[in-house]
Each structure stands twice: as C-alpha cells, then as structure tokens.
Nanobody, 115 residues
Framework: QVRLVESGGGLVQAGESLRLSCAAS????????MGWYRQAAGKERELVAH???????NYADSVKGRFTISRDNAKNTVYLQMNSLKPEDTAVYYC?????????WGQGTQVTVSS
C-alpha cells in the first residue's frame, strides 16, 4: 500500500538546476532512510544520495558539492536539489525508502541534461 510519488524531472541545459521531490503515500510507516538512486541508459543503478531519519546524509562522490538531499519527515517527503547539472547526470532517478521491514521504490523520473 505504500507508494512513492516522484516529480521534478525534466530536460535542462548543462549548468542549470532541478529539484526532485518524492512523497510517500498510503500506509503510514516509519522510514529509517530515504534517498535517490539513478540509472543511466545501459548502466547499472547507483546510489546518488540518501538521508537517515535524523538527518545524516550520504552522497556519491560524483555529486558531492552539487547535489543536496533534504527530508521533511512530517510530510514523508524527500528532495534532491541538483545544481550545476552535467550531461553525465542524465538518468532515470528513482526514489527509495527503507523501513525496518521493507524497501520501497518509486517509478522513476527522467532527468536529461543537454550539453
């Protein structure tokens, strides 16, 4: 019954910014962590960033200094602010939420960065 609804993807030029949002709906559960993965065409899915329920964030080296993850526990929502976007950031971005018992995934939102 838990659903992760993503929004904010789109087509931008290199150097521009996007903010992704992911809101959990359905059965209310406690998430130990929420975050973002991405999968580029022909590549494996990789961790972008995630944040624990107490606000500890972790980032992939490739996005450190450019991306910022934030979380609103009251709204069961996690955000990813993406600045200085590069063509290499082009991928489908997936929201992820981890509870004590289950791992949830969003449907993915496409981010395309043109050079």
């Amino acid at each position: 019954q838990v659903r992760l609804v993503e929004s904010g993807g789109g087509l931008v030029q290199a150097g521009e910014s996007l903010r992704l949002s992911c809101a959990a709906s359905g059965i209310i559960v406690s998430f130990n962590a929420m975050g973002w993965y991405r999968q580029a065409a022909g590549k494996e899915r990789e961790l972008v960033a995630h944040m624990t329920s107490i606000g500890i964030a972790n980032y992939a080296d490739s996005v450190k200094g450019r991306f910022t993850i934030s979380r609103d526990n009251a709204k069961n929502t996690v955000y990813l602010q993406m600045n200085s976007l590069k063509p290499e950031d082009t991928a489908v971005y997936y929201c992820n939420a981890l509870s004590a018992r289950d791992n949830y995934w969003g449907q993915g939102t496409q981010v395309t960065v043109s050079s």
